[in-house]
């Protein structure tokens, strides 16, 4: 199988590219494939003869979402749905990714892929608008996940690293810290997200559209940084810190944990978060 990937420097995309067994994928740099142009992305799908594209790139510094709309737009919709065209076109199929953050997080109990939506910033605002232009343009060809609080070895560029590598760093400076006890989230490891899509993609004739796919389990922010801690016996004090879900006047979810709905039926589920950080810190921190 022949698969064009999107991102592939990112920490999911570089560990879709771990992850993979048998497939030849296909990885243009930035520079080779701009998002922002919508003939650059017709003729990358066109030339890469792939049979799946997976897009892991995305506009997704939340703050800064707030202060580049337009460009946040452009990257998390308009290209998905130019992404989505070009599969049609030429009869590939897309596996593009979305966020928790497309949900108010009124709820109280885990969301399902068929919740009704309502994002209350910019950056869910700009995921739900590329979720809905993919499946109006090919809804047989595509494929959405959503998925929570990505961490993975190689960091986010865009974030300065990832959550856990910055707990870490914060955590060795020896000082107390404050740490969001209002959100209630279930961090997601791309290594295991990455191994969860190639078993996706190999029951993808069984139903295309949204999927959540997260590590099982929920906690808030303040009890994922403790666990990172008392893994790796740092001594640094967390205190709760609860700001409402705001950042400024931008507000997140309070609430906005993901069930793995379509995927555990058939048969796909992730491991608990806890075993996921434990893998990433034996792996990351050996010392």
């Known amino acids: 199988m022949r ?26 740099r930035r520079m080779e494939l701009d998002l922002t142009r919508s003939a650059t992305i017709a003729v990358a799908v066109r030339d890469a003869r792939a049979d799946w594209v997976i897009n892991t790139a995305a506009f997704h510094n939340v703050t800064l979402c707030e202060q580049q709309a337009e460009q946040a737009f452009r990257v998390n919709c308009v290209a998905v749905r130019d992404l989505a065209q070009a599969c049609r076109a030429n009869d590939a199929r897309l596996m593009t990714f979305s966020t928790d953050y497309v949900f108010s997080g009124e709820k109280r109990t885990p969301y399902r892929e068929d919740d009704c939506p309502a994002p209350l910033q910019i950056y869910g605002i700009t995921k739900l608008a590329g979720e809905a232009a993919a499946l109006a343009v090919a809804p047989e060809h595509t494929i959405i996940v959503r998925t929570c609080g990505l961490y993975g070895q190689s960091g986010a560029a865009s974030k300065g690293g990832n959550f856990v590598d910055n707990r870490v760093r914060d955590g060795r400076r020896g000082m107390p810290l404050d740490m969001s006890c209002d959100q209630t989230v279930c961090p997601t490891s791309t290594h295991d997200l990455s191994m969860a899509i190639f078993t996706l993609i190999a029951n993808a004739a069984r139903g295309f559209g949204i999927y959540h796919l997260v590590n099982e389990g929920e906690c808030t922010w303040f009890d994922f940084t403790k666990a990172i801690y008392e893994y790796l016996g740092i001594k640094t004090q967390v205190r709760p810190a609860d700001r409402g879900g705001r950042t400024g006047a931008m507000r997140r979810p309070l609430y906005s944990v993901l069930a793995n709905t379509r995927a555990r039926a058939l048969g796909i589920t992730l491991p608990p978060w806890q075993e996921a950080l434990k893998r990433y810190l034996q792996v990351k921190y050996p010392d």
């Open 3 to 28: 698969i064009l990937l999107i991102g592939a420097t990112g920490q999911l995309g570089s560990d879709v590219i771990k992850s993979n067994l048998s497939h030849h994928i296909i990885a243009p």
